[in-house]
T-cell receptor, first 112, second 112 residues
């Protein structure tokens, strides 16, 4: 069973601060995805990273895939209250349509 | 609006009762999934269907059955509900894994 460890589990910071969330595994993934989930809703895809070392930017969010394709990070610059939510990373083993492996998530609270 | 529709949104069952969770997508996706989300456990795959007419077990299939009625619909059935099945259930679909999953808004099930 492939495992994805996310850290930290919980993070509460002030608006305007920067933060980084990590997603680590001992397994290699063909791609890795980041989702954001708000209370009472399903996860929504933010980004997919495919190539080792790849960096993708989505406004103030920067996603990086590790060179060995075993880990990823999400960096938020100048956090806003609207960034509050549960952030999930999910790895695709490349075995077909047999489902993503999800991390347990990082609960992020941005205080005004 | 295009997407994944789940019904019902909330349900309370007594131990031993049965029920079916419905899921439909209108994006012409081939693959569909059922996940459960529990505090501290993350999203875990129950069953998936790579195409119409095929279904396969995921990580936690015990106590559940599924039916891929057609390309649009994928239902999850609990034959004899147990308190351990209290959870939030999410249906998801995708065209290709690398494009990400589209999730429904979930069914919050409580078994008493």
């Amino acid at each position: 069973t492939q495992l994805l460890e996310q850290s930290p589990q919980f993070l509460s910071i002030q608006e305007g601060e920067n933060l980084t969330v990590y997603c680590n595994s001992s397994s290699v993934f063909s791609s890795l995805q980041w989702y954001r989930q708000e209370p009472g809703e399903g996860p929504v895809l933010l980004v997919t990273v495919v190539t080792g070392g790849e960096v993708k930017k989505l406004k103030r969010l920067t996603f990086q895939f590790g060179d060995a394709r075993k880990d990823s990070s999400l960096h938020i610059t100048a956090a806003q209250t609207g960034d509050t939510g549960l952030y999930l990373c999910a790895g695709d083993s490349g075995g077909g349509a047999d489902g993503l492996t999800f991390g347990k998530g990082t609960h992020l609270i941005i205080q005004p | 609006n295009a997407g994944v529709t789940q019904t019902p949104k909330f349900q309370v069952l007594k131990t031993g009762q049965s029920m079916t969770l419905q899921c439909a997508q209108d994006m012409n996706h081939n693959s569909m999934y059922w996940y459960r989300q529990d505090p501290g456990m993350g999203l875990r795959l129950i069953y998936y269907s790579a195409s119409e007419g095929t279904t396969d077990k995921g990580e936690v299939p015990n106590g559940y059955n599924v039916s891929r009625l057609n390309k649009r619909e994928f239902s999850l059935r609990l034959e004899s509900a147990a308190p351990s099945q209290t959870s939030v259930y999410f249906c998801a679909s995708n065209l290709l894994t690398v494009y990400g999953y589209t999730f429904g808004s979930g069914t919050r099930l409580t078994v008493v």
